[in-house]
């Protein structure tokens, strides 16, 4: 099975981002507990306005970002979090186009 990538991009207000990054924290845990579904996270503030939070997320597949959708109204932190953000400016799940190439300067050239 291959990986799948989670961006979801939140406007938060300033003095909110410590209590987002906290909750963040605590909602991929308890995700977490229903299996190994996320692989690895980063939570990224952007670089032209600090109001705006990036969760960066990697699945360890399609189907456990299926099973976490499911897992998302019963999580504990989730009404914490959403009432902490103030817009969802974007969310969107992809994988690699990549998967299967090797590291070869030929297949690199190929593309």
Not at 22 to 44: A, K, M, P, W
């Amino acid at each position: 099975m291959s990986l799948c990538a989670e961006v979801a991009i939140f406007k938060v207000t300033k003095h909110n981002i410590p209590e987002v990054m906290r909750v963040s924290l605590l909602i991929f845990q308890e995700i977490n507990r229903h299996g190994q579904l996320i692989s690895s996270y980063d939570i990224l503030q952007s670089t032209a306005r600090e109001d705006e939070v990036c969760w960066q997320l990697t699945w360890t597949s399609e189907e456990a970002v299926k099973q976490a959708a499911e897992l998302w109204h019963d999580l504990p932190s989730r009404e914490a979090l959403e009432a902490l953000v103030g817009e969802k400016l974007y969310y969107g799940h992809f994988t690699s186009m990549l998967k299967g190439l090797t590291d070869s300067s030929d297949t690199l050239m190929k593309l």
